[in-house]
């Protein structure tokens, strides 16, 4: 069992920048790989990024690629998320979820999500 808390959201202008962090605790987090979700209002929730267990490969959904920076500290079991270029349509709360599976992009596959926290970017 994995339980996942996300932090560091919050409220920033466009062009702004924000950085999430995701603690874990549990069971040996280097063994999962951890990806960041967000939904927004009236959206379903979308892939944003993941992380493999050794933090050696990243994947990206296009709409953040170039702007965002998935990383992990596996000593400290937390997994950040640093977004620059923040843009109102980033607007969401955002998630970490965890997988002892393979898994990019395919939400079914991740077995521990946080609660959750809210990004919000003015324009």
């Known amino acids: 069992q994995v339980q996942l808390v996300e932090s560091g959201g919050g409220l920033v202008q466009a062009g702004g920048s924000l950085r999430l962090s995701c603690a874990a605790s549990g069971r040996t987090f280097s063994s999962y790989t951890v990806g960041w979700f967000r939904q927004a209002p009236g959206k379903e929730r979308e892939f944003v990024a993941t992380?493999?267990?050794?933090?050696?490969?990243?994947y990206y959904a296009d709409s953040v690629k170039g702007r965002f920076d998935i990383s992990r500290d596996n000593a400290k079991s937390t997994v950040y998320l640093q977004m620059n270029s923040l843009k109102p349509e980033d607007t969401a709360v955002y998630y970490c979820?965890?997988?002892?599976?393979?898994?990019?992009?395919?939400?079914?596959?991740?077995?521990?999500w946080g609660q959750g926290t809210q990004v919000t970017v003015s324009s």
């Open positions: 992380i493999s267990r050794s933090g050696g490969s990243t």
């Open positions: 979820a965890a997988t002892g599976n393979v898994a990019l992009r395919q939400q079914s596959l991740y077995e521990y």
